[in-house]
């Protein structure tokens, strides 16, 4: 059975950082490529970043030259480093494999003074 479990969210001031993290087991992780989704109160799940089965990355325009995605292979982890925090990135953050077929439970970020 296919598990994704994502931590690493919380509460930050504007300006600052987090690191969110998404376990995952029952699943080849090397050969997935993975995504990172985001979906803020009353709006459209929203694509954030992906990373390839190679180490490649693509992020949104939205959070291009503030976030980045990575993976540890060896930990079956993928990593999404939220630099620069915005109020507009307050969002349940979701991981997915990059067939589609699973998605995380999801961790609230909240980016407030």
């Known amino acids: 059975q296919v598990q994704l479990v994502e931590s690493g969210g919380g509460l930050v001031q504007p300006g600052g950082s987090l690191r969110l993290s998404c376990a995952a087991s029952?699943?080849?992780?090397?050969?997935?490529?993975m995504d990172w989704y985001r979906q803020a109160p009353g709006k459209e799940r929203e694509w954030v970043a992906t990373i390839g089965r190679s180490g490649w990355t693509t992020v949104g325009d939205s959070v291009k030259g503030r976030f980045t995605v990575s993976r540890e292979n060896a930990k079956n982890t993928v990593y999404l480093q939220m630099n620069n925090l915005k109020p507009e990135d307050t969002a349940v953050y979701y991981c997915r494999t990059g067939n589609g077929h699973c998605w995380g439970q999801g961790t609230q970020v909240t980016v407030s003074s």
């Open positions: 029952g699943i080849i992780f090397s050969a997935n490529a």
